[in-house]
């Protein structure tokens, strides 16, 4: 009932800038908390950045300063602005949504998109 679609992923070079985008549909009351984790090969999925409905927004310590997460809640979009890209960066972003999908029902679900792969390499 609720679908994220992620784009923007690629391959860039070291110190290079991407700009993920990730758009939530479908049955959509109200979108809470949003954020992005990111998995490397061998590594367990870790959180990147997360957004709440009232704009506040925390980071994970490797990506403080290079990393900007925002949103659009017009559009139902969550953006990940990544500057000054690492090797260490290369992963499988994933879009993750908290939503309210009924006017009726406080019930809040997480919704997650399919993935999108950056690789930072020279």
């Known amino acids: 009932q609720v679908q994220l679609v992620e784009s923007g992923g690629g391959l860039v070079q070291p110190g290079g800038s991407l700009r993920l985008s990730c758009v939530a549909s479908?049955?959509?009351?109200?979108?809470?908390?949003m954020g992005w984790y990111r998995q490397a090969p061998g590594k367990q999925r870790e959180l990147v950045a997360v957004?709440?409905?009232?704009?506040?927004?925390t980071y994970a310590a490797s990506v403080k300063g290079r990393f900007t997460i925002s949103r659009d809640n017009a559009k139902n979009t969550v953006y990940l602005q990544m500057d000054s890209l690492k090797p260490e960066d290369t992963a499988v972003y994933y879009c993750?949504?908290?939503?309210?999908?009924?006017?009726?029902?406080?019930?809040?679900?997480?919704?997650w998109g399919q993935g999108t792969q950056v690789t930072v390499s020279s």
């Open positions: 993750n949504t908290e939503v309210q999908t009924r006017s009726f029902s406080t019930r809040r679900n997480d919704y």
């Open positions: 479908g049955s959509i009351f109200r979108i809470y908390d």
């Open positions: 957004i709440t409905s009232l704009g506040s927004t």
